[in-house]
């Protein structure tokens, strides 16, 4: 719970209890000089640094001597938040933070556990902004709109600045309700190597072997091409591999296809952020409420886009990847790329780019400079993908508060420290840090636009840059109940790693299985109520998702660099 601490001072003189103010203000004045200083490079000049870090030390003034509670998932942002941020809101405004750093599940679970009981674990989570469509349906979050503009009015950093935030709508619920603000995040690209892509060699070897030019995939025809072209080189002394993916039984298995997998196959329909009704988990949803995820009630889970994401998965794991490939998690697949014998990968986080592994001098993927010879580019899309669709995942670890359990001056402390964490004084240094942008003013910030013209960050600022940043989205809020759902995909999916079942019989059993488990729950808003069964024949001959079968695309390619030009010429 939080605490107060109260100094009981006794005036011994009149000067004395005059000159406290003063020399107190004075040192909050150095304090800020000095955060000044040290959140460089900043988006904003110092004198806006100074404004805004003023104003926390004004409005925290209440809440001096406060403890709060937060937690983060593991990733380098949050560890930074934990380490540097929370010493400087303390610093600044008296109020003590501790910000615990655990693992992406236990955030999940403690979350759980804090709406089920309604006891404080924490006053406010990171917490995906996947999970919108549980708390939609829970009404368990703050409207962050609504208590900006009422009781929380007092507490709202003037320079807060909506306007400002990259894809703020994931945190929206279907009727625009924010209850989840950015805090970081990060997209899943596609990873490749330039130097190799631009080899003359190469180019020529890969032409006269498929008809196109090695270039950056558009679809998944040329991802495969060009993972066959290069598995088995020798290059630089070492056997290269054209694929790097993961496949161990274990949670982070299921994020490899709830990570909008399905989606980048096209499995579901049109739509931004997400498909509607049939989103990126082939759970159709109607009048917000979900009515199934099999195709015999309207979904996509077992269509033949969900099966065909499957069997390309597995098939490219096996035949593409590294042997140990199959045996890693997330985690431990995350910065394999930067051991040098990788080609390309269909599937990176670009947070796990923010390793030195891929960035020093000393690693194999960067020049002697410590210049990525990598670069990361939009994801291919598979043959079911239809324009007007997402084309791949966005995490957003956004700040949400229980509002049955966190109220009054707890949540006033609370929303100060998150406003803290994503300020303008704080978001560009944050980047630097984590490679994790949640503000517009940051990826359009001179200093990084210098950086980029450097190729320091291998074209993540590029990217964010692009027309087609929007196309990359979280989860959105079709899944009624992310947590208990998103446990059954690892389940379900590792049958077909370890060939215990058939990429068909695998989503049937995951669709099912989902059906089954949405049908029981009974939730305050928009709870689930399933379509009655029909035949697979009368969905697939519906337009949009669930889609029927289609025939193989060609390869097709573009060239990194005029497609770097293009965005440009948008911006």
Known sequence: MLKRFVCLFAAISMGFVFALPVQAQENKGEVIEKWVEYFQPCAVSKDAQRKELEWFVNASKPFKGMEIK???????????????????????????????????????????????TNRPIYHIF????????????????????????????????????????????????????????????????????????????????????????????????????????????????????????????????????????????????????????????????????????????????????????????????????????????????????SRGNVAQRIFQYITWLSDPAFNDPSSPVTDENGKPLWRVAPTPHGKYWDEGMKVGYHDAGSWTLLKKSVKGDERKAAWLWAQFCISKTVCLKKFVVGRTPIRKSTVFSDYLAKEEEKGTYGGIVTFYKSPVEKLWTDSGPNPPHYPLLAEQWWKHVSLVVTGEATPQEAMDKLAYKMDELMSKLRLPKYSPKLNPKKSREYWLSQPGAPKPERPDEKGETISYDEMIKNWRAQQ
Not at 70 to 80: L, R
Not at 82 to 100: M, N, P, Q, R, W
Request: charged share 25%; hydrophobic share 35%.
């Open 126 to 337: 990171v917490n995906d902004a996947d999970l919108i469509g549980t708390h939609l349906r829970l009404d368990s979050a703050l409207d962050w709109n609504a208590y900006m503009a009422g009781e929380g009015k007092v507490v709202t950093n003037p320079y807060l600045d909506m306007p400002d935030f990259l894809n703020p709508e994931f945190g929206q619920d279907y009727d625009g309700r924010q209850l989840q603000l950015p805090d970081q995040q990060f997209a899943n690209l596609y990873w490749f190597r330039y130097d190799w892509f631009t080899n003359p060699q190469f180019m020529k070897e890969f032409k006269e072997k498929y008809g196109y030019e090695l270039g950056v995939p558009v679809n998944w025809q040329a991802y495969e091409d060009i993972a066959e072209f290069f598995t088995g080189k020798t290059i630089d002394g070492q056997k290269v591999y054209g694929h790097m993916d993961y496949g161990k039984k274990s949670p982070s298995l299921g994020w490899r296809f709830t990570d909008a997998w399905l989606s980048i196959a096209g499995a579901g329909d049109k739509g931004l952020p997400n498909g509607y009704p049939v989103d990126e988990w082939g759970i159709r949803c109607e009048n917000k409420i979900p009515v199934g995820a099999s195709v015999e009630r309207g979904g996509a889970t077992n269509g033949p886009a969900a099966v065909y994401a499957t069997t390309k998965y597995v098939e490219w794991l096996k035949k593409y990847a590294p042997p140990y490939a199959a045996s890693m998690t997330w985690s431990e697949a995350g910065p394999a790329p």
């Open 70 to 116: 937060s937690v983060a998932e593991g990733i380098k942002t949050h560890k930074w938040e934990s380490e540097v941020l929370t010493k400087a809101f303390y610093e600044l405004t008296g109020i003590k933070v501790t910000h615990d750093i655990i693992g992406e599940g236990e955030v999940v679970d403690r979350i759980q556990r804090q709406i089920q």
